[in-house]
Nanobody
Framework: QVQLVESGGGLVEPGGSLSLSCSAS????????MRWYRQAPGKQRDLVAT???????NYADSVKGRFTISRDDSKKSVYLQMNNLKPEDTAIYYC????????????????WGRGTQVTVSA
């Protein structure tokens, strides 16, 4: 079994910064694309940022220039550095990854973390 755990959320003033982490546990053969989503109360869950296995990064227009996604495969982790935070960034942030589970090559499975709350307010 594989588990994803997010951390680093909290309350921050507008213009402040937070760094989120997501770490995978369990026996993992390969990790492909890693992503961050977010969901505000009463709204749809939206894609925030992605990073492929080769290191290609993409961002939602709303966070470009402010957020940076990165990964460390040796630690089975993905990170999201968030700078110049705005009230509209308030949401639960979720980690999402594509993984081959086990000790050998096989089918790819998608996994979600339970989320971490980010609140931006004065």
């Amino acid at each position: 079994q594989v588990q994803l755990v997010e951390s680093g959320g909290g309350l921050v003033e507008p213009g402040g910064s937070l760094s989120l982490s997501c770490s995978a546990s369990g026996v993992i053969y390969t990790i492909y694309e890693m992503r961050w989503y977010r969901q505000a109360p009463g709204k749809q869950r939206d894609l925030v940022a992605t990073v492929t296995a080769s290191g290609t990064r993409n961002y939602a227009d709303s966070v470009k220039g402010r957020f940076t996604i990165s990964r460390d495969d040796s630690k089975k982790s993905v990170y999201l550095q968030m700078n110049n935070l705005k009230p509209e960034d308030t949401a639960i942030y979720y980690c999402n990854v594509d993984i081959i589970v086990g000790r050998t090559w096989g089918r790819t499975t998608n996994y979600w973390g339970r989320g971490t709350q980010v609140t931006v307010s004065a």
